[in-house]
T-cell receptor, first 111, second 110 residues
Framework: DAKTTQPTSMDCAEGRAANLPCNHS???????VYWYRQIHSQGPQYIIH???NNETNEMASLIITEDRKSSTLILPHATLRDTAVYYC????????????FGTGTRLTIIP | EAGVTQSPTHLIKTRGQQATLRCSPI?????VYWYQQALGLGLQFLLW???????NRGNFPPRFSGRQFPNYSSELNVNALELEDSALYLC?????????FGQGTRLTVV
């Protein structure tokens, strides 16, 4: 079963920052937080992952709370192409453990 | 660098037939994961292969099976197809950190 809780849907205006929250209150010390997104009928795309420090890459930033029980994915300047379902996943950081997908957040970018 | 490739892109089968789906992982990746995504539903984990061995299996009947070849490519077989097997089947390969997905095979059972 998925170990994360996300809002079902969110809207964000084009050009604004999209902040997607995720709760993972039962996360273990060796589990990472991963974010993927799935644009309609395509394969999921890896976005970012982190353990306890905040992370940033060319796609997004990941902010993890100090107690690691929640995190926020930030898309700094949302475009229409960012409309997708976003999945927050916790996964052990070793052993190639499978990804368990929940229902995700359907993010709609509004022109 | 080539990504994860899946074939065929689309597959139409009749109920009761067998379907074979193929996946080539990214070069250097030894793990392959299979997922099923029925229309409007989430991704359900099917199978995980690593180094030629089945490592984990999701809650699917035995007619869903697969294998991984010495070159780490993988095959998913679905026997005795049922209408509800119609779905997008996704393959992913990964290292210890992130997994990368192919574009999927859309299987339609009629």
């Amino acid at each position: 079963d998925a170990k994360t809780t996300q809002p079902t849907s969110m809207d964000c205006a084009e050009g604004r920052a999209a902040n997607l929250p995720c709760n993972h209150s039962t996360i273990s010390g060796n589990e990472y937080v991963y974010w993927y997104r799935q644009i309609h009928s395509q394969g999921p795309q890896y976005i970012i992952h982190g353990l306890k420090n905040n992370e940033t890459n060319e796609m997004a930033s990941l902010i993890i709370t100090e107690d690691r029980k929640s995190s926020t994915l930030i898309l700094p300047h949302a475009t229409l192409r960012d409309t997708a379902v976003y999945y927050c996943i916790v996964r052990a950081g070793f052993g190639n453990e499978k990804l368990t997908f929940g229902t995700g957040t359907r993010l709609t970018i509004i022109p | 660098e080539a990504g994860v490739t899946q074939s065929p892109t689309h597959l139409i089968k009749t109920r009761g037939q067998q379907a074979t789906l193929r996946c080539s992982p990214i070069s250097g990746h030894t793990s392959v994961y299979w997922y099923q995504q029925a229309l409007g539903l989430g991704l359900q984990f099917l199978l995980w292969y690593d180094e030629g061995e089945e490592r984990n299996r999701g809650n699917f009947p035995p007619r869903f099976s697969g294998r991984q070849f010495p070159n780490y490519s993988s095959e998913l077989n679905v026997n005795a197809l049922e209408l509800e097997d119609s779905a997008l089947y996704l393959c992913a390969s990964g290292l210890t950190t992130e997994a990368f997905f192919g574009q999927g095979t859309r299987l339609t059972v009629v």
